[in-house]
T-cell receptor, first 112, second 112 residues
Framework: DARVTQTPRDKVTEMGQEVTMRCQPI?????VFWYRQTMMQGLELLAY????????DSGMPKDRFSAEMPDATLATLKIQPSEPRDSAVYFC??????????FGPGTRLTVL | KQEVTQIPAALSVPEGENLVLNCSFT??????LQWFRQDPGKGLTSLLL?????REQTSGRLNASLDKSSGRSTLYIAASQPGDSATYLC???????????FGKGTRLSVIA
């Protein structure tokens, strides 16, 4: 049963620390998305890639966030330095040619 | 700019009822529409995908319809069960190169 995997599932860190979240998209999916979900803002798109190239990262705070796809099986989202307002659940999603989108279980980030 | 609205924000029904969740979107020239389910503390689960050329899709007790001309989609749930309790999100994709635009969801409670 193919699914998107994310690590870690939970992360608690202190303000100012670097946070790296990882995502393994479904094998064969060439489009990868990063979202952030909070109670206040709902689901926000941060960035997305097609064939490992960034298509849009306008949703990310550029000064502290960065997203990359080192290879087709790994996407990373980094926050440096982290701030309490970054506390949220971060979701990765992937899609294949049909563009049906599948989400990972999320990383719950708490920045103290 | 595409906007997706889901009304009502919350709905409570007794077990066994058939129910309809509504989704409307402002720009009718869409590529596809996807319905998701999210359980508390979990990721989004893809339920149904309707391509722009299709009028409806069915999966088990779920049926989603699409009327592009009126900018509407409905998710019909037959014979509701307590296990159907979750937040249901509708999302629209405008083209093959744009991301999904999400509604804020309808929180469904099915009371035994």
């Amino acid at each position: 049963d193919a699914r998107v995997t994310q690590t870690p599932r939970d992360k608690v860190t202190e303000m100012g620390q670097e946070v790296t979240m990882r995502c393994q998209p479904i094998l064969g999916h060439n489009t990868v998305f990063w979202y952030r979900q909070t109670m206040m803002q709902g689901l926000e798109l941060l960035a997305y890639f097609r064939n490992r190239a960034p298509l849009d990262d306008s949703g990310m705070p550029k000064d502290r966030f960065s997203a990359e796809m080192p290879d087709a099986t790994l996407a990373t989202l980094k926050i440096q330095p982290s701030e309490p307002r970054d506390s949220a659940v971060y979701f990765c999603a992937s899609a294949g040619p049909s563009l049906r989108q599948f989400f990972g279980p999320g990383t719950r980030l708490t920045v103290l | 700019k595409q906007e997706v609205t889901q009304i009502p924000a919350a709905l409570s029904v007794p077990e066994g009822e058939n129910l309809v969740l509504n989704c409307s979107f402002t720009d009718s020239a869409i590529y596809n529409l996807q319905w998701f389910r999210q359980d508390p503390g979990k990721g989004l689960t893809s339920l149904l995908l309707i391509q722009s050329s299709q009028r409806e899709q069915t999966s088990g007790r779920l049926n989603a319809s699409l009327d592009k001309s009126s900018g509407r989609s409905t998710l019909y749930i037959a014979a509701s069960q307590p296990g159907d309790s979750a937040t249901y999100l509708c999302a629209v994709r405008d083209s093959g190169n744009t991301p999904l635009v999400f509604g804020k969801g309808t929180r469904l409670s099915v009371i035994a």
